[in-house]
């Protein structure tokens, strides 16, 4: 997993993700520096959600069966952990990218800063 990359080769143009510092050049020693931790609304908002979570699988499973569940449930698992395997590169490399709309517009230029801005 530490080959992880978000460079996406563009047919004829420049590579999608370079300005994200996320090549395949490895880890720097800049990488390593130093960042503040989560506000107590940022720890408050994830104590929530990893308690109320479990309190929707009852339902899920009953729309889903068992056998469906548990494949949207490892789906999303691995899908989860290859995006935040993602985002913890970028934000250890670009400490600068503090939304999704930043890191959308580093990755994509303008429309992409403006899109994310608008889905987040």
Known sequence: WGQWSAEIPLSG????????????EGRDSQAMEEHPGASREEIALNVFTIVCFPLGLPFAFSGTGWALGSLFMAYNAVITFLNSTLLATIVVRRPDLKSYAAIAEAAFGWGGGVVAFFIQ
Not at 13 to 24: A, K, T
């Open 13 to 24: 143009g420049p590579s999608v993700g370079n300005d994200l510092g996320l090549g395949s």
